[in-house]
């Protein structure tokens, strides 16, 4: 069938983390065991997805990895791939800078995940950034949200990336991706504010092209929200 120039792209917010609860700067902030449950709870209902995503797109920080892992566990003819433009927005703080992948504390997650190792792109995460990849550099971001005048640009790199999301989505070859992601990129590029682990469903359209590149544009539109499951039983609780 001829690609109608239109994708479906399901971001999912992730589950409660600890940082949500303590409203303390964790740095890489983990799931609560009431967030690991909230995205459990996707497993059979992200498994009938109608389109089934072919492709997960991962923001590279513990909460959302864990939250992928768990939500698409069922989900098998979806790849997993760490998205660097999927990324939090606010990177002054240390619950989004993420951690890189020779550190323990992140191959120990992986571990210990379903799913885990099937990850891909982790290896790019350990490499510098560049002009192909710009949005990872935990170090580096640490160091400037400290200095004078770092935090505003880091700002200002961080929208840049959040609006590199849905060109990023649409150089894929799938034409149904999930995004596991994190309230403020879901809430720039939609206006939708969901809650922990609820799905916004989209459609990404294919636009014009831009520059001398050659690549498309794509424009990201809201179309509903689906509640977590587990979000949905503590409701009627």
């Known amino acids: 069938m001829a690609f109608a120039g239109v994708k479906t ?65 069922r989900c098998a003819g979806a790849r997993l791939r760490v998205c660097r433009e999927a990324r939090e927005l606010y990177w002054h703080c240390a619950q989004c800078r993420g951690c890189c992948p020779d550190q323990g504390e992140l191959a120990e997650l992986l571990c210990e995940l379903p799913r885990g190792d099937e990850i891909e792109g982790l290896e790019e995460l350990d490499e510098p950034p560049d002009e192909r990849r710009p949005w990872w550099d935990p170090a580096g971001e640490a160091a ?21 999301l849905p060109n990023a989505i649409g150089r894929q070859a799938e034409n149904c991706v999930a995004v596991v992601t994190s309230w403020g990129v879901i809430s720039q590029l939609t206006g939708v504010g969901p809650d922990n682990c609820d799905m916004v469903r989209c459609e990404l359209t294919r636009k014009g092209r831009r520059g001398q590149s050659g690549e498309y544009n794509w424009k990201l539109e809201a179309r509903d929200t689906v509640t977590a499951p587990y979000n949905r039983d503590e409701e009627r609780d």
């Open 144 to 164: 400037l949200a400290a200095a004078a005048g770092g935090p505003s640009v880091l700002a200002k790199r961080a929208s840049e990336c959040v609006a590199a």
């Open 9 to 73: 792209v399901y971001l999912l917010r992730h589950g409660e983390s600890e940082q949500n609860v303590s409203g303390l700067d964790e740095p890489d902030t983990v799931l609560t065991v009431r967030g690991t449950a909230q995205a459990a709870s996707w497993r059979d209902e992200a498994a009938a997805l109608d389109p089934a995503p072919e492709l997960v797109l991962i923001s590279p920080l513990r909460r959302t990895l864990r939250t992928a892992c768990c939500a698409f566990e």
